[in-house]
């Protein structure tokens, strides 16, 4: 194990560590946090609509809805102004982390991403309309499209407002930029400066839908062709179980070396499966139903039902060790992280039991949320319990938060305990062989 370890300290972490700190991943990263807010705004709106519409009338109980008819108003516009648009948002979160990695002015640089964004949309829409009994078919200009602006459009907004926020960036680095007088006030010059920039990027990117409308116009616009070919296939990939056990293998890999795991891992974490939850909480909001959602595994379906107290499942160790250990050293910092723990926060016992780089704990670490996955992928995919299609904040205490995620299908907390008790039998193994040693032989 120390020879592993020491090899994987020389090989692994070093390449790991620059993944992390990498500016343009960071850039993504960052961009999906600032997003944070407006998703989670949405997502309330959407669960509240839940609680006083949609669960009550599968009930019959329509008198919850009459008498709560004004809040599922205010939640609808609420949600049209958050997750409808989710993909605008992203657009301009992304050219600002972007311009701000490149140290440049980042409020240009998300305005300059975000018009970059409504370039590549349609400018039309069709709708079919019935006049004195006839239906007849009504073309107009100037609409943009909700499907395009919500989560379906996410890749669009990442790859669009990337080229053009590096675009933009990168041509005020070389100084081509018109420069003013000292005398003109900062942000009139800040504003010129970024005019010829922000001229190219634009051009650029309005020249690349011209000739996706001209040349490919089976598909017509950049966000069809980003979403038949990248889209649909990085979320058809992210659904299949060897990548749901992947990820959450190097989350748990990355945190015993001491990396943060979901930072390094946020790409692939917020760039898939976040959009795979969104979909399904706009999914819900429009259909009213479970039937049919898009996505069996999302990004709180981790949070429900494997890293219940963190990655890794710690609160199940912190159960084990102030039930199974007779050493004081453990037994206190497991008491000292319970609170915390509770909360889904367990850096109290990753670096002060520790796990990181403990070998006694390194097996457990990686194999139990592992486990929970497939256990968690496979009874969700046999429809016994729905996948995750609210997002509610990540602090919630486990076994509730999969309660909510799921809907409040009890069958969701159900298999969220039932994880839980498997992970505490697993830990407390591996707790017990800690207690035949001392804090130096680990």
């Known amino acids: 194990m120390k020879n592993f370890t020491e090899w994987m300290e020389r090989n692994f972490v070093p390449v790991a560590a620059k993944i992390g700190s990498q500016k343009h991943l960071v850039a993504i990263r960052d961009s999906f946090i600032a997003t944070m807010p407006i998703t989670m705004a949405g997502s309330i709106a959407v669960l509240l609509n ?141 504003a010129f400066a970024a005019i010829i920039p922000g001229l190219v990027a634009l051009y650029v990117v309005a020249t690349a839908a011209w000739a996706v409308a001209t040349y490919i116009p089976d598909y017509g616009t950049i966000p069809d062709l ?103 050293d453990q037994r206190a910092v497991a008491t000292y992280a319970l609170p915390m723990g509770l909360f889904n926060i367990n850096e109290p016992v990753l670096f002060g039991l520790p796990i990181v780089l403990n070998p006694v704990y390194f097996i457990p670490f990686l194999l139990v949320p592992v486990i929970q996955v497939v256990i968690a992928y496979s009874v969700t995919k046999a429809g016994i319990v729905p996948p995750v299609h609210f997002n509610v904040p990540w602090v919630l205490p486990p076994v509730i938060y999969a309660f909510m995620a799921t809907g409040f299908s009890f069958a969701g907390a159900l298999l969220s305990i039932v994880n839980i008790g498997i992970a505490i039998v697993i830990w407390g193994a591996f707790v017990l062989v800690a207690n035949r040693m001392g804090p130096e032989e680990q």
């Open 226 to 328: 980003i979403s038949h070919y990248l889209q649909q296939p990085f979320m058809a990939l992210s659904q299949n179980i060897v990548s749901v056990v992947i990820i959450t293998l190097f989350v748990s890999l990355f945190w015993f070396f001491g990396l943060h795991g979901p930072n390094v891992l946020a790409p692939a974490l917020d760039g898939i499966y976040l959009p795979a939850l969104t979909e399904n909480v706009d999914y819900y909001q429009l259909k009213g139903t479970t039937e049919g959602l898009p996505h069996l595994w999302t990004r709180g379906s981790f949070d429900a039902f494997s890293w219940m107290g963190g990655s890794g499942s710690t609160l199940a160790l912190i159960i084990a060790v102030l039930i199974l250990s007779k050493r004081a």
């Open 50 to 190: 839940a609680l006083v519409r949609d669960i009550p009338g599968e009930y019959g109980w329509t008198f919850i809805s009459s008498t709560f008819a004004w809040l599922i108003g205010i939640n609808g516009f609420v949600w049209f102004g958050t997750l409808a648009v989710l993909s605008a948002v992203l657009t301009f979160a992304v050219g600002y982390n972007f311009a701000q990695a490149y140290d440049v002015n980042p409020v240009a640089g998300g305005l300059i991403s975000f018009s970059a964004f409504v370039i590549t949309l349609p400018q039309g829409a069709s709708f079919v309309t019935e006049i004195e009994g006839v239906e007849h078919a009504v073309s107009g200009w100037g609409f943009l499209g909700v499907s395009y602006l919500n989560t379906g459009g996410i890749f669009t907004a990442l790859v669009v407002g990337m080229i053009a926020a590096i675009i933009y960036s990168k041509l005020m680095n070389a100084n081509i930029i018109i420069k003013l007088p000292d005398e003109v006030p900062p942000a009139v010059s800040r």
